[in-house]
């Protein structure tokens, strides 16, 4: 019964080139993260590097927004 929010900017691929995920892609790390906690709320910063907090900080900022709003009282 404790919220969990998984953030994820970037991905490593095969090539072990680090990119940005893009709106709607789920990480393997985001699956695995839902298959262990289904109440888990996903979250990708679009087009940010590997410090979201750094390059996209309104987005992080709303998206613990959003978080905290689900907290009880």
Same mark, same amino acid.
Do not use: C
């Given at each position: 019964?404790?919220?969990?929010?998984?953030?994820?900017?970037?991905?490593?691929?095969?090539?072990?080139?680090?990119?940005?995920?893009?709106?709607?892609?789920? #990480? +393997?790390?985001?699956?695995? =993260?839902?298959?262990?906690?289904?109440?888990? @709320? !996903?979250?990708?910063?679009?087009?940010?590097?590997?410090?979201?907090?750094?390059? #996209? +900080?309104?987005?992080?900022? =709303?998206?613990?927004?959003?978080?905290?709003? @689900? !907290?009880?009282?």
């Amino acid at each position: 019964h404790i919220p969990v929010w998984v953030l994820q900017s970037t991905l490593m691929g095969a090539d072990l080139v680090r990119r940005a995920l893009q709106p709607g892609e789920i #990480s +393997p790390y985001m699956e695995l =993260a839902r298959k262990n906690f289904p109440q888990a @709320t !996903l979250k990708v910063i679009p087009d940010a590097g590997h410090f979201a907090m750094l390059e #996209s +900080p309104e987005a992080v900022n =709303a998206g613990f927004a959003d978080l905290l709003q @689900t !907290l009880p009282g």
